[in-house]
């Protein structure tokens, strides 16, 4: 009688590890949160990548925006305790509308 062969367990088990691990490096979009709170953005600076939202939620009393500085994305009017998210596609500063001297800057990290 003739035996099949069967492959060991550990090898097995490395091979659906090493599967497992293709698609990790893939990035998943992700949002990032920016408070604005005593005419301030916080955090200042957020770095994001490709695809990724940020979320401006409106803590103050008064009305802001955030528009970026060459006019390539902008949330439009934030009521006070109000947000707005935006997708970001590339680095650059930006400012409330209301308030020019709030001001905030993006970069792309894994660039």
């Excluded at 955090?43 to 990724?52: C, I, L, T």
Aim: positive net charge.
């Amino acid at each position: 009688m003739m035996r099949t062969p069967r492959p060991h367990p550990a090898l097995v088990a490395a091979a659906l590890l090493a599967l497992a691990g293709c698609g990790a490096r893939e990035h998943q979009p992700e949002r990032h949160t920016v408070v604005i709170r005593n005419f301030l953005f916080v955090p200042a600076a957020e770095a994001v990548r490709e695809g990724d939202e940020v979320l401006f939620l409106n803590h103050d009393a008064v009305p802001h925006t955030a528009t970026a500085a060459d006019r390539s994305w902008d949330t439009g009017n934030i009521p006070a305790n109000g947000s707005a998210v935006v997708r970001v596609g590339k680095a650059g500063t930006y400012k409330c509308a209301y308030h020019p001297t709030m001001t905030g800057s993006i970069t792309m990290a894994g660039k």
